[in-house]
């Protein structure tokens, strides 16, 4: 009997050692997924659930994000990088869209937006039709592939400061903060995405990907308010060469930065307006 | 005497029955092996989307197609302009479909009373005649998407099922000028911004492949210009806010049914207006209501050269009106209900006749060879005729309420209930039912798998057709209209 | 006020020895700890290093103008010492953390020095710039193992102190400048790297046996089993072969 046991449990031991990396280099199981359909998501007085998505979820996502939300659905091998940026994986708990600090999870809030919002420049489309309780519902969906969010709290949302006016004084200052953790490195002088290191730009999972042509008309992923432009540089997009500067700008530089990006994009702004009687120059990469 | 006996009819239809009895039992087993659905024809191959993104069953549009189609077709994400596709990828689908249906109404036919050929016939008697067989649909070839960024086009040239074609829809759109979702204009040949809209309906039968509420006219009228439910020719402003929840549309379209070559509709227009808005109805999904109006003038009579009508000469403009209520109630994911309803007013010129200047030859010119002959062309308004003293303007209320069940996005029960009723004759002493109409249908679709390219559809139709006083005479009886039809389809698009 | 007394007696008491016990028992740990050390070499010729082009920034040129950069996959000192061998003692089940040290993971001159940060679960570790060009911070791990991020670090940025939590081999990586590639090898338990000449020592290892773990890029892992006795060093060598 005890040598049975003893024996079992060697084999069980075995077991678990051989199959602990291959569980954690291969995809979730069904089982491991449904051990979190009890998730939850809480958006503007809603609850969403996971069982309630499941029926939109097969209508509208699956066909990108797969049934196991890995991002591997029949349409994804005809999404090329860094044209057609690949579907998120949602297992991985990693995403570009937030609220909260680099290597934390987004907030309900950011998820809900992100579906609404979609992702421009990709064929993640503009879900706005959908109801709260479905987009809450379809929130939980998403949080419930991966194991991260049921271990893990949100990170907590930066703080960012009341918008100022915009001012010449703000724009240059803005430059300077452009010129001095080089943005342009990647994104290019005139923010153009033509930087010296923009064509080797790999994403983590090792597809290529283009910095974020700020001239061409298009609208920067997480939206296109002043806000959301500060938090994309000041949590960074994770899963993404994007990083978080929240360590290197200061939150009031960081508004400055917001304006003088506002002078290359196409979309009308006080700050284009002002800097057309500005004259600004761009800034000269090696000093 | 009868064609057909008894007995062999009850036949027919006991193995009909059967056989879609049959069919319902199998649909637990098929339910359990059926593939996931991927579907891409056109649009959905454009953008990696199934069919069910957009359509709550194709091709009726759910709330995300419908927001599709109003931002003229895009999905708004600055890579919509073709020059961002695939040069491989060509926007084309075609849709087609082989059936076999029985279809039955009744007919006055010739009754025999003796073998000699120079008096064969004694007269007419009152008789259902059905016929059934293998059939074809007609064929639609589905062209559209984007010039460029904020124009979008379609074109769909579409056959009878003989093989000749027409132009069902050829359009250009400008969407979103000056950068707002509220100025989107059209111009061309298409779909009425009807929320209900016909050229979306899932009925194939030939009574159950139009709305009747779109098409009423009172019997004997000769406006048939009023057709809800058909492409029309004209300019449409369109709006709608940012997530599609309030639309309001106005066109101003040429009066002639969308018929080309300026034959009929010279010279005359309507207006066809919309608003419609959308709630958030929390687990009910959206709920959406609106209204229309469809007012217009057309011809009552054509200018004759030598007696016969000349084209482009309609004038003796008179007025018509189409007006309702719209509403589409979702209880949930899974069941949703739309309604229509329709006052119809028509001039009383119309209500005599006067105006529909089709010629008999059904090639819808206006060459009429024998200008004098009965029921060989139809009146002309020449000057000095003056309507009967017992003419009033017909009018009549009308509604359509139609439920879906969608078991799942490839598998969609439909019911479909129409009535129409007169509410006003066009003439004093006409009985104030003539040409009331009741019909019913009941469909049951399932997609048994859509591939990355293309899509099928099984469907099973029953329809039944019930208008009074249209129905073929006997002597002085007028026998009311009574028709049926069963079907079964394959329904593809590529 | 006797019993006033007695209280404070008991309690200082008790204080005290348990002090004395900590202290003891780490005497008693000190003391009775061993080492492991060896040396890890390479077999046969040292492969040749591409060099890099670093000609996207000019400063990193400029850094490097002294001496060519190469890439460092495999570092090789004299009598073909492996450097960059990452030791460790496979199946640790004492207390994480042993080591009480905070390494710096440094850019400098527009590469990772170390290029290979050994380092505990848990244990803290600073990562500092020492180049007027600017930087991103890029670890990779596998999500499902340990969260990643991506932290700027342009000219005079402060150090950025972080841990790992669970073990695993993480690479590194600058997007800004694609040939930097560096890794953090995150163990349970003591931890070395192999340095210039391809020697290491494995301090802080309680006597017993154990299986000493030998990784080395891209993915190679040796093990070989030593029994370590109080207070003495036992040695492990280890030979890679070059891929």
Redesign the interface.
């Known amino acids: 009997m005890r040598t049975g046991l003893r024996k079992w449990s060697l084999a069980l031991g075995a077991a678990a050692f051989f199959a602990l990396p291959l569980i954690?280099?291969a995809q979730l199981t069904t089982l491991d997924i449904a051990s979190r359909n009890s998730m939850e998501s809480h958006v503007g007085g809603?609850t969403g659930h996971v069982h309630d998505a499941a029926?939109?979820y097969?209508?509208?996502c699956?066909?990108?994000h797969g049934d196991m939300g890995d991002g591997d659905g029949?349409?994804a091998q005809?999404?090329l990088p860094p044209?057609w940026p690949k579907p998120r994986n949602f297992?991985?708990?990693?995403f570009k869209c937030r609220s909260t600090p680099?290597?934390?999870l987004p907030t309900d809030d950011d998820l809900y937006d992100t579906i609404a919002r979609?992702?421009?420049?990709?064929?993640?489309?503009?879900?706005?039709?959908f109801?709260?309780?479905?987009r809450n519902n379809l929130v939980a969906y998403v949080k419930h592939f991966s194991?991260?969010f049921a271990t893990?709290k949100p990170g907590t949302p930066i703080t960012i400061p009341p918008e100022p006016e915009v001012t010449p004084e703000r724009i240059k200052a803005g430059q300077e903060v452009f010129a001095?953790?080089?943005c342009w490195?990647?994104h290019g002088v005139q923010g153009m995405a033509n930087g010296?290191?923009a064509s080797?730009?790999?994403d983590?999972l090792g597809a290529p990907i283009a910095p974020f042509n700020f001239t061409d008309?298009?609208?920067p992923k997480c939206g296109d308010t002043d806000r959301d432009i500060y938090r994309i540089f000041m949590t960074?997009l994770?899963g993404?060469?994007?990083?978080?500067?929240?360590?290197?700008i200061k939150p009031d530089e960081a508004w400055d930065l917001v304006f003088y990006l506002r002078t290359f994009m196409q979309q009308p702004s006080k700050a284009k307006e002002i800097a057309k009687k500005m004259d600004l120059k761009p800034v000269n990469p090696?000093p | 005497m009868h064609v057909f006996s008894r007995s062999s009819l009850r036949k027919v239809v006991h193995s009909a029955v059967s056989l879609l009895l049959a069919a319902l039992f199998l649909l637990p087993v098929v339910l359990t092996c059926s593939q996931?659905a991927?579907a891409i024809p056109a649009f959905a191959r454009k953008?990696?989307?199934?069919c069910?993104?957009c359509h709550e069953s194709w091709p009726i549009l759910n709330?995300?197609g419908?927001?599709f189609r109003d931002n003229g077709y895009q999905?708004?994400?600055?890579?919509d302009a073709p020059i961002?596709q695939n040069p491989g990828y060509w926007p084309v689908t075609f849709r087609i479909t082989p059936i076999w249906h029985r279809f039955s109404n009744l007919q006055a036919v010739d009754t025999y009373t003796g073998v000699t050929p120079a008096t064969p016939y004694g007269g007419s008697a009152i008789e259902r005649i059905s016929s059934s067989g293998f059939d074809l649909s007609g064929l639609d070839f589905h062209t559209g998407g984007t010039l460029y960024n904020n124009i979008s086009f379609y074109a769909l040239p579409s056959s009878d099922s003989t093989g000749a074609f027409h132009f069902e829809t050829v359009m250009v759109r400008f969407d979103n000028l000056l950068h707002s979702t509220w100025l989107n204009i059209k111009m061309g040949k298409f779909e009425l911004n009807n929320l209900l809209s016909e050229k979306r309906m899932v009925g194939l039968t030939g009574d159950g492949g139009e709305y009747q509420t779109y098409h009423f006219i009172p019997v004997g009228d000769g406006n048939m210009f009023g057709q809800m439910g058909d492409n029309q020719l004209g300019l449409e402003y369109m709006g709608h806010s940012?997530?599609?929840r309030t639309r309001v549309s106005a066109s101003l379209l040429s009066s002639q049914d969308g018929n080309v070559g300026l034959t009929l509709g010279a010279n005359s227009y309507s207006g066809f207006f919309t608003f419609d808005q959308a709630i958030?109805?929390?687990?009910w999904?959206?709920q959406r209501i609106g209204g229309y109006a469809f007012v217009g003038d057309a011809a009552t009579y054509f200018k004759t050269s030598g007696g016969v009508p000349i084209p482009g000469s309609g004038i003796g403009n008179k007025s018509f009106s189409r007006e309702g209520v719209i509403a589409q109630f979702y209880f949930g994911?899974?069941f949703d209900v739309n309604f229509v309803t329709q006052h119809g007013q028509d001039n009383a010129w119309f209500g005599q006749g006067y105006g529909n200047a089709v010629s008999t030859d059904g090639d819808g010119g206006v060459t009429c060879t024998t200008p004098t002959a009965v029921g060989g062309c139809p009146p002309n308004n020449t000057p000095g005729t003056v309507l009967p003293t017992t003419a009033r303007a017909p009018s009549w209320n009308g509604y359509t309420i139609e439920g879906r069940y969608i078991y799942s996005?490839q598998l969609i029960f439909i019911g479909r209930y129409e009535g129409e009723r007169m509410s006003q004759q066009a003439t004093v002493g006409t009985p104030s039912s003539l040409g009331n109409i009741n019909m019913e249908d009941a469909i049951i679709r399932w997609n048994p798998f859509m591939t990355?390219r293309a899509g099928l559809a099984l469907q099973g139709e029953y329809t039944l057709f019930h208008q009074v006083g249209t129905g073929p005479t006997v002597g002085a009886t007028t026998a009311n209209q009574n028709e049926n039809e069963l079907l079964f389809a394959l329904d593809f698009d590529f | 006020m006797k019993s006033q007394y007695n209280l404070a007696a008991v309690l200082s008491a008790v204080v005290l020895v348990s002090c004395g016990a900590l202290m003891l028992s780490q005497k008693v740990s000190a003391a009775g700890e061993g080492k492991i050390t060896g040396t890890v070499k390479i077999d046969g010729a040292a492969p040749h290093m591409r060099g890099i082009d670093m000609s996207?920034?000019?400063y990193c040129v400029k850094a490097n103008s002294g001496s060519a950069p190469h890439m460092e996959t495999y570092v090789v000192g004299k009598d073909n010492g492996l450097q960059y061998a990452v030791l460790s003692l496979d199946g640790w089940s004492g207390q994480a953390n042993v080591v009480t040290t905070e390494p710096t993971f440094d850019q400098k001159n527009c590469m990772y020095t170390p290029h290979v940060l050994g380092l505990d679960v848990t244990q803290t570790f600073k990562v500092t710039t020492s180049d007027q060009?600017?930087h991103?911070?890029?670890p990779?791990p596998?999500?499902?193992?340990n969260?990643?991020?991506?932290?700027?670090?342009?000219?005079g940025?402060?150090a950025?102190e972080k841990s790992w939590k669970n073990p695993e081999v993480i690479p590194v990586q600058c997007?800004?400048?694609?040939w930097m590639h560096g890794f953090f090898v995150v163990v349970k338990g003591p931890v070395a790297v192999s340095g210039e000449d391809g020697s290491f020592t494995i301090e802080n290892v309680p006597p017993g046996s154990y299986t000493v773990k030998a990784w080395h890029e891209p993915d190679e892992t040796q093990t070989q089993k030593v029994t370590v006795a109080a207070g003495s060093a036992a040695t492990a060598n280890f030979t890679f072969k070059a891929k």
């Open positions: 954690s280099h809603y029926y939109d097969r209508r509208y699956v066909g990108c029949e349409v005809w999404l044209m297992q991985l708990g990693v680099t290597g934390t979609g992702m421009d420049r990709s064929a993640m489309p503009v879900w706005s039709q109801t709260r309780y479905q194991p991260r893990e001095r953790v080089q490195k990647c010296p290191s080797t730009l790999t983590d008309g298009t609208r960074g994770d993404t060469p994007m990083p978080s500067f929240a360590d290197n090696n | 996931p991927n953008y990696g989307l199934r069910s993104a709330n995300f419908l927001k999905i708004m994400n600055d890579r961002w940012v997530n599609d958030d109805a929390g687990k999904d959206v994911q899974h996005p990355n | 996207k920034d000019p060009t600017a991103n911070i890029h990779l596998n999500p499902m193992i969260v990643g991020w991506n932290q700027s670090q342009p000219p940025a402060p950025i997007n800004i400048h694609p």
